[in-house]
Nanobody, 128 residues
Framework: EVQLVESGGGLVQAGGSLRLSCAASGFTFDDYAIGWFRHAPGKEREGISC????????YYADSVKGRFTISRDNAKNTVYLQMNSLKPEDTAIYYCAAGLEESGSSCLISLGRNLEGWGLGTLVTVSS
C-alpha cells in the first residue's frame, strides 16, 4: 500500500524559501515516479512538479519553473521540493503522489496513468 507523508510546510514571507519532504513507504520506491501537487482555496488542484526514478528526469509547471527544484533520495525513500522566491500565490496545501513508472515514459505520463496514492498534504502560507 502506497503511504506518503509530507512535511516542511509553514508560514514564510514573500521571497523566502521552504523545503518540503515527501517520505514514502509501503511500496518499492525505486519503481515509482513521484509528483508534487498543490491546491489553493478557490482554485483547481495543480500539478507543479514530478521526478522519475529511472533517469531522474523532471517536470515543472510554468508557475514554478526556475523557483522550485525537485529531487529524490532513493536510499531514504524521500522526495524533496525546494521552493525559493516564494510568492503569496504559492499559498496552498501541497501534496505528493506516487505513480508506477512506465518504461520510456515521462514522470508526468506515469503519474497520469498509474497514480496509486496521495499524502495528506502540508500547508504552505506565503505572506506579502
Amino acid at each position: 500500500e502506497v503511504q506518503l507523508v509530507e512535511s516542511g510546510g509553514g508560514l514564510v514571507q514573500a521571497g523566502g524559501s521552504l523545503r518540503l519532504s515527501c517520505a514514502a513507504s509501503g511500496f518499492t520506491f525505486d519503481d515509482y515516479a513521484i509528483g508534487w501537487f498543490r491546491h489553493a482555496p478557490g482554485k483547481e488542484r495543480e500539478g507543479i512538479s514530478c521526478i522519475s526514478s529511472s533517469d531522474g528526469s523532471t517536470y515543472y509547471a510554468d508557475s514554478v519553473k526556475g523557483r522550485f527544484t525537485i529531487s529524490r533520495d532513493n536510499a531514504k525513500n524521500t522526495v524533496y521540493l525546494q521552493m525559493n522566491s516564494l510568492k503569496p500565490e504559492d499559498t496552498a496545501i501541497y501534496y505528493c503522489a506516487a505513480g508506477l513508472e512506465e518504461s520510456g515514459s515521462s514522470c508526468l505520463i506515469s503519474l497520469g496513468r498509474n497514480l496509486e496514492g496521495w499524502g495528506l498534504g502540508t500547508l504552505v502560507t506565503v505572506s506579502s
